[in-house]
């Protein structure tokens, strides 16, 4: 499925020029931030070599990608804002805790009040995650404007690094793709790790004290 969509991107981008070029990428970056399966990181490596070959210009690829993806960002955001979740009282009508124990949003939200702003900017390099890091965000309002320069410097730091890589790499831009993955991988295990030890097990050990 992944494979598909780059071909399909490849495939576009050998036939429309470089404002088509701009658009597909800029939806890219988008959309990835929306619907997880899509394969942003790795397209937006392609656009690095695409810059190489002077295809495109780079500080347009890169502001359309990096604020394609704060936007995608924020929308998630949003999404997770209309969610009414208000931690502050147990309120039966409210949607999410009917689903959720009160005492482990209390946890979440405590743990987001914490560190929220620092995992806001870290959300571009933790794969995986993004879109349930940008609805959390919303769900326990994180400061609209803190939240959108975080996810601004986030975005402008990955992108950066992603398209440098396709710069350097060229035409084997797409060796990459594998390393992305198994990066992904990796930091998709250690945050569930993490939320094992830091969260899951001190709630459990309260719950069984009951």
């Given at each position: 499925?992944i494979?598909?969509?780059?071909q399909?991107?490849?495939?576009?981008?050998?036939?429309?020029?470089?404002?088509?070029i701009?658009?597909i990428?800029?939806?890219?970056a988008y959309?990835?931030?929306?619907v997880?399966p899509?394969?942003?990181?790795?397209?937006?490596?392609?656009?690095?070599?695409?810059v190489?070959e002077g295809?495109?210009?780079?500080?347009?690829?890169?502001i359309?990608t990096?604020m394609s993806?704060?936007v995608g960002?924020?929308n998630?955001?949003?999404?997770g804002?209309?969610?009414?979740?208000?931690?502050?009282?147990?309120?039966?009508?409210?949607?999410?805790l009917k689903?959720?124990d009160y005492?482990?949003?209390?946890i979440?939200?405590?743990?987001?009040?914490?560190y929220g702003?620092?995992?806001?900017?870290g959300?571009r390099?933790?794969?995986?995650?993004r879109s349930?890091i940008?609805i959390?965000a919303?769900v326990f309002?994180?400061?609209?404007?803190?939240t959108?320069?975080?996810?601004f410097?986030?975005?402008?730091?990955?992108?950066t690094?992603?398209?440098?890589l396709?710069?350097v790499l060229k035409?084997?831009?797409?060796?990459i793709g594998?390393?992305?993955?198994?990066?992904?991988?990796?930091?998709?295990?250690l945050?569930?790790?993490?939320?094992?030890?830091?969260?899951?097990?001190?709630?459990?050990?309260?719950k069984?004290?009951?």
């Open positions: 499925m494979d598909h969509i780059i399909s991107v490849i495939d576009w981008v050998n036939l429309v020029g470089p404002l088509g701009y658009v990428f800029t939806c890219i959309l990835e931030n929306v997880p899509v394969p942003g990181d790795v397209l937006i490596v392609f656009s690095g070599y695409l190489a295809i495109i210009d780079l500080f347009p690829i890169w359309l990096v993806s704060v960002f924020m998630m955001y949003w999404i804002g209309k969610l009414e979740v208000q931690i502050s009282g147990k309120q039966s009508n409210q949607r999410i689903f959720f005492e482990y949003m209390m979440a939200k405590a743990w987001m009040d914490k702003q620092w995992v806001i900017i959300n390099f933790l794969a995986g995650t349930v940008s959390t919303g309002k994180l400061k609209l404007f803190n959108i320069i975080c996810s410097i986030s975005s402008a730091l990955w992108n690094l992603l398209i440098s396709g710069w035409e084997n831009w797409a060796t594998s390393y992305l993955s198994t990066y992904g991988i990796f930091i998709l295990v945050i569930l790790i993490l939320f094992i030890v830091k969260i899951l097990i001190p709630y459990l050990g309260k069984a004290k009951k």
